[in-house]
């Protein structure tokens, strides 16, 4: 085919190309554009094919340097080893290159009124967990967010405990990395929080030999299932021997120093905990999900809903249902996801 005539096609097809592309960077998806620039896209490929079939010698002589020095031949491998580069860093989005296309990302965004949010989350697994369930919660951190302790656990249909699934490290030993300041220098100690998670403590119904239902030291119960407390969004994979049958997942979660105009600083000045040496606030609040036999048939997602509140000081394991008090704790999740997954069929 005529080498002019081949030039000239690929010179246009390149402007539409570049016409679309500016459009499709810049605008909103819009159909007519893509497949405007799809098809113009095939059309250059297949020029693309009668060019090298047509140029072929020279472009051999490009690609391998022919007559140029040693260091010049050097420059068709370097161009392909920078295209690699470059192609590897965009496609696993490395930031620096990632700017570009976020950038018309966001401005295709605000033409649409949207926002793109991301959410990364903290994954902890507890490998130490043992059974032949996979029960995964997910948690969204919501406004309030300040870092709360958490537990997890089953308990059957009628609310008898089962076992925990998870339980924040700091809880599960009573021994904090800030416990007490000497010399004026954080050091890690005991520190006794039954107004913590009073929901699940006494749930579990084992006493401490202070007469707390808090754990304190080692407790084989529990060690596999303590984990790190997270700082953000997070999901928490723990194991579990149940069998298939109803049961009952529940999450509680408390936050310190979440005071509002009815938990106030000074509300129960008789309470040694709450105007003592409690880290209180609003107090716990209890998340729950049913789960069925035929949960357990293929893997399953359930929303937890908010079900009450602990004891502002940890005093008894009620379930409070009135949630009229509890104003920005209910903001600490946005959501909170149930999954079951069978792990041996």
């Not at 996979?134 to 967010?145: H, I, Y």
């Not at 579990?204 to 080692?218: C, H, Q, S, T, V």
């Not at 509680?252 to 409690?278: A, C, H, M, R, V």
């Amino acid at each position: 085919m005529n080498r002019r005539l081949i030039g000239n096609i690929l010179l246009i097809l390149l402007l539409v190309l570049i016409g679309s592309g500016i459009l499709m960077y810049f605008l909103p998806f819009k159909k007519n554009i893509a497949s405007l620039h799809t098809f113009f896209a095939l059309l250059f490929m297949l020029a693309m094919v009668f060019h090298i079939v047509n140029n072929k010698l020279p472009l051999r002589n490009y690609i391998i340097g022919k007559r140029l020095s040693k260091f010049k031949k050097l420059q068709s491998p370097l161009i392909v080893f920078v295209a690699i580069i470059l192609t590897l860093g965009v496609y696993f989005e490395l930031p620096l290159l990632n700017r570009l296309y976020a950038f018309g990302n966001q401005i295709r965004n605000e033409q649409l009124g949207k926002k793109e949010v991301n959410f990364d989350y903290q994954v902890i697994d507890l490998k130490k967990s043992a059974g032949g369930k996979l029960v995964s919660v997910e948690l969204k951190k919501g406004s309030a967010f300040q870092y709360p302790l958490f537990a997890i656990w089953i308990e059957d249909i009628n609310g008898n405990y089962i076992q925990t699934l998870y339980i924040s490290r700091v809880i599960s030993s009573s021994t904090f990395d800030f416990g007490k300041k000497k010399e004026g220098k954080w050091e890690s100690a005991t520190v006794r929080r039954p107004e913590a998670l009073p929901y699940w403590s006494h749930k579990r119904g084992i006493k401490a030999e202070d007469g707390l239902y808090m754990p304190l030291g080692n407790s084989s119960d529990i060690d596999a299932y303590s984990g790190a407390t997270p700082t953000g969004n997070f999901i928490i994979n723990s194991k579990s021997k149940i069998d298939k049958g109803n049961y009952k997942i529940i999450v509680e979660l408390n936050q310190s120093y979440d005071w509002n105009e009815y938990y106030t600083k000074d509300k129960f000045p008789q309470d040694k905990i709450y105007s003592g040496s409690g880290q209180v606030g609003q107090p716990s609040l209890i998340y729950s999900a049913e789960i069925s036999p035929n949960d357990f048939d293929a893997k399953t997602y359930k929303i937890m809903q908010l079900i009450g509140h602990g004891h502002y000081s940890g005093q008894n394991g009620e379930l409070y249902e009135d949630l009229s008090k509890v104003t920005s704790a209910k903001q600490i999740a946005d959501r909170i996801i149930l999954s079951i997954n069978n792990l041996i069929n």
